[in-house]
């Protein structure tokens, strides 16, 4: 879900995995309107015009969160291993909305940014868009909904082949928002 306010002038791109469902609520809030349309297909004189933000985040984590969430939601969260992940990478990877780019999820904004935050500050972004947008939520550290999944070590689960795969499908995520690729 994009969000879109015409008085502001902002158009808050929602890329998943990285923080909507913390963000959106705040600009729900606010009265800001959905963009239906996925991804979005605003015309270029229309962008130059709004302030256009997103949060971005590491392509390993992003994609490792994606996946995790959907075996939280097929209650499934007792396979999050590192063995059930490497034995069935072949059958996760293309199915889901994880192997879409956030640089695809951005569809033609992306040439018109004006702020990308990173969901490794994640505070930070909560916190400054809550204020300048007068937002009046609580601070990021009062805020009583935090990530509940499940915690696992992201290097349990890399092999050379999911390096290898995520360095080539998000290829331009790498070089869009300044991640650095791992070595096989």
Same mark, same amino acid.
């Given at each position: 879900?994009h969000?879109i306010?015409?008085?502001?002038?902002?158009?808050?791109?929602?890329?998943p995995?990285?923080?909507?469902h913390?963000?959106?609520?705040?600009?729900?809030?606010l009265k800001?309107g959905?963009?239906?349309?996925?991804?979005?297909?605003?015309?270029?004189?229309?962008?130059?015009?709004?302030?256009?933000?997103?949060?971005v985040?590491?392509?390993?984590?992003?994609f490792?969160?994606?996946?995790?969430?959907?075996?939280?939601?097929?209650?499934?969260?007792?396979l999050i291993t590192?063995?059930?992940?490497?034995?069935?990478?072949?059958?996760i990877?293309?199915?889901?909305?994880?192997?879409?780019?956030?640089?695809?999820?951005?569809?033609?904004?992306?040439?018109?940014? /004006? *702020? $990308?935050?990173?969901?490794? !500050?994640?505070k930070?972004?909560? =916190?400054?868009? #809550?204020k300048k &947008?007068?937002?009046?939520?609580?601070?990021?550290?009062?805020?009583?909904?935090?990530n509940?999944s499940v915690s696992?070590?992201?290097?349990d689960?890399?092999t /050379? *082949? $999911?390096i290898?795969y995520? !360095?080539?499908k998000f290829?331009? =995520?790498?070089? #869009?928002?300044? &991640?650095?690729?791992?070595r096989c």
């Amino acid at each position: 879900m994009h969000l879109i306010s015409k008085k502001d002038k902002t158009i808050f791109y929602h890329i998943p995995k990285n923080g909507g469902h913390t963000i959106c609520p705040m600009f729900q809030e606010l009265k800001w309107g959905e963009i239906k349309r996925y991804p979005p297909v605003i015309p270029t004189p229309t962008l130059k015009e709004y302030h256009l933000i997103t949060i971005v985040r590491d392509p390993y984590e992003r994609f490792f969160s994606g996946w995790k969430s959907i075996m939280m939601s097929r209650r499934e969260s007792h396979l999050i291993t590192p063995e059930y992940f490497q034995m069935n990478f072949d059958k996760i990877h293309d199915k889901t909305h994880i192997d879409m780019t956030q640089t695809q999820h951005l569809g033609g904004a992306y040439p018109y940014l /004006n *702020k $990308v935050y990173r969901f490794e !500050n994640f505070k930070l972004a909560y =916190d400054e868009i #809550n204020k300048k &947008y007068n937002c009046g939520f609580c601070s990021y550290e009062e805020h009583p909904v935090k990530n509940k999944s499940v915690s696992v070590n992201l290097e349990d689960f890399l092999t /050379n *082949k $999911v390096i290898d795969y995520i !360095n080539t499908k998000f290829d331009k =995520d790498f070089k #869009n928002f300044n &991640y650095d690729k791992r070595r096989c």
